[in-house]
């Protein structure tokens, strides 16, 4: 599936000079309409489709962006009530206290970054299901997401998924690098963003679609 995605990507940009430019166009614009073209690929399509019909791929991008915080309102939540409380603990003074809210502050990263593995599980398939169905409340149908996963097998998908993070990790690198380089780094930057959303697009198509779904 990785080289598949790496292959859609490449094929998608390379030597498609107009296509690239318009990508990167919607990487400036917030990342809004990039997202919206992402829900494109989800949707199946194959080859990577052209960049047109703007309107409807900022409300797409909009409402990716909407599933994506509703997803995220738990961890922001404890991570509020984790660093608040820590600060008011800091702000007292209190050695003791002050200890005490280091190891409560470690304790609440290591839940944030549990849930943050749980619900990463349901949000990928709950956005691929917003790309196909146009209805946002299908992103939380989580019977649905459930079947899906049980269809994929759990072993499977998480494997899949590690995948995914370890390809991203390596990828942040390479940005992190070429991002020191003064404003050539921030040019490629623009540039790299656009084929790793195909990337990506089309990876999680290929894990949703392996269910037969």
Sequence with gaps: MVGEAFAYAKDGVWEKWNKWLMLII??????????????????????????ADWGTLF?????????????????????????????MIMMSGDVTAMAGAIAGMLLGFVIMFILAIIIALFEMIGIVRL?????????????????????????????????????????????????????????????????FALFAGRYLCQVYDSAGA
């Design 131 to 195: 790309a196909r169905t146009g209805s946002i409340g299908e992103a939380f149908n989580f019977s649905a997401i459930l079947a899906t996963i049980g269809k994929i097998g759990w072993v499977s998908y998480i494997i899949a998924l590690i995948v995914f993070v370890v390809v991203a990790i390596i990828f942040g690198i390479i940005v992190a690098i070429l991002m020191m380089i003064p404003i050539l780094g921030l040019i490629l930057y623009l540039c790299l963003i656009a084929p």
């Design 59 to 87: 409300v797409d991008g909009i409402k990716y962006i909407i599933v994506a915080f509703i997803y995220a309102i738990p961890i922001i939540i404890i991570e509020f009530l984790v660093l608040g409380a820590a600060w």
């Design 26 to 51: 919607a990487t400036i614009l917030l990342g809004i309409p990039l997202m919206g073209y992402v829900m494109k690929i989800l949707r199946g399509e194959k080859p990577a489709p052209e960049v």
